[in-house]
């Protein structure tokens, strides 16, 4: 890529300024055009009458990160990136090409538009280092033509208070702690620091930039999407250390006489169990509320175990994949995380962009280490980069794969093997759509 370039100013010699396809240019968006692309934006995700969201959009710009297809001076595709930190299992963190924003005009389909930026945006991330790139999939089958593969889940929960009948007995406690609802200023301040101790134990998880607490406390407003004041409480333990908080809505329904409000829970986090133990026992307590909505949780939250009755837990509709992960530098993205068991696995990946491709021998110490190199051994087994991209932070397994023809097993048991080595004690999760 070429130099970072400010305001207007354009960097003539950037690789991301393309020749046309078929009279279509695709090059990097200069700050003071945003107004145009953001249209394309929104027509792409087919808000046909909204206000601009240009000035927000000029928040999230950066040199070189936002690319747009011009016909004829008419922007008909976007694309935005920008890097992340992500956490990996054992708690280490790799940096990630975030990829956002990507919209093909009705009218340009099927011009290989996407292909194009997508492919520069992969070649400049790979040179910055980024271990791996992650997006969020609109659609489940466009992304793993360019290597991502699902590697986190969405999953919420249904409650029914009244069949619940609460949380069970013999719950962990915390002894001194205390709970209290904050204006939104509290929660931006409170909130950032606390989700930066979170992320770091919750494999998959991304950070939350200034501009993410600004939007979700209202503090920045965007044209299209209605923002609500949600109410927000705080978990303090008893030196006054913030070690959890809820962020949750309450829709005002009665039922002739009787209240029947739904609360629904947008943000949880909690650093211990019995934090998060108290922190629901207070969302299943608001006054007039008969059912709660858990929007998205991690796949393997104990949350319907903590209830007096867990039947009362049933999933929430959109319970589906959710981040998408491509790996760009095997040996940068293996050697960042921990293993389940010792032991040595050998991978043959295919990967036609050529960024994982080749023969990788992941060995595990007892201590849980890993290291992964290029290896002539034979391969136990073969793979393609999107198969390695779901297996990567634990989210899915090597039989499951294997079951669905998606890894193939090149010695008996393999995938089982395989599988001792990858697995996390905590299931991949990130919360946060970008």
């Not at 969020?136 to 593969?149: S, W």
């Not at 932070?393 to 089982?416: D, I, Q, S, W, Y």
Request: aromatic share 8%; hydrophobic share 40%.
């Amino acid at each position: 890529m070429g130099n970072d370039v400010d305001g207007g100013t354009r960097d003539p010699g950037s690789a991301q300024q393309t020749e046309g396809i078929g009279g279509v240019e695709i090059r990097a968006i200069a700050k003071d055009e945003i107004e145009g692309w953001d249209r394309a934006l929104a027509l792409g995700f087919l808000r046909s009458h909204v206000d601009s969201a240009a000035d927000f959009r000029r928040q999230q710009w950066a040199p070189g990160r936002v690319l747009g297809a011009l016909d004829a001076g008419r922007y008909v595709a976007t694309f935005r990136s920008f890097d992340v930190e992500l956490t990996v299992p054992g708690g280490a963190v790799v940096e990630a090409d975030a990829i956002t924003s990507v919209t093909v005009t009705a009218t340009h389909r099927r011009r290989g538009l996407l292909r194009r930026m997508m492919t520069e945006d992969l070649a400049a991330a790979r040179e910055r280092g980024s271990a791996v790139a992650i997006l969020v999939a609109a659609e489940y089958n466009i992304y793993g033509r360019y290597g991502f593969g699902p590697a986190t889940r969405g999953h919420g929960w249904n409650i029914d208070l009244l069949r619940a009948r609460g949380l069970r007995e013999g719950l962990p406690t915390v002894p001194g702690g205390r709970i209290d609802l904050v204006r939104m200023e509290e929660l931006r301040k409170v909130g950032s620091e606390l989700h930066d101790r979170w992320r770091r134990t919750q494999p998959g998880a991304i950070a939350r930039n200034e501009l993410w607490w600004r939007r979700q406390t209202g503090d920045v407003q965007v044209p299209g999407f209605e923002w609500k004041e949600p109410f927000a409480a705080v978990h303090r333990d008893a030196e006054g250390t913030a070690t959890g908080l809820v962020v949750y809505r309450v829709d005002d329904t009665w039922d002739g006489s009787y209240p029947n409000c739904t609360l629904t829970v947008v943000d949880f986090l909690a650093l211990d169990r019995g934090t998060a133990a108290e922190l629901w026992r207070f969302v299943l307590s608001v006054d007039w509320v008969r059912k709660v909505v858990v929007e998205n949780i991690g796949p393997d939250d104990p949350l319907p175990l903590l209830l007096a009755d867990p039947r009362a837990a049933t999933p929430y509709a959109e319970n589906a994949d959710f981040m998408w992960l491509r790996v760009l530098d095997v040996e940068a993205a293996f050697n960042a995380r921990t293993y389940g068991a010792p032991g040595r696995a050998v991978l043959e990946v295919e990967d036609r962009d050529g960024y994982a491709a080749g023969r990788w021998a992941v060995e595990v110490a007892a201590d849980g280490s890993g290291r992964c190199t290029r290896t002539d051994d034979e391969a136990d087994l073969a793979l393609g980069v999107s198969a390695l991209g779901s297996l990567y932070l634990g989210g899915e397994t090597a039989p499951r794969l294997a079951a669905a023809g998606l890894v193939t097993e090149l010695r008996p048991g393999a995938a089982a093997a395989a599988d001792l080595l990858l697995r996390t004690p905590l299931l991949a999760w990130n919360p946060d759509n970008f």
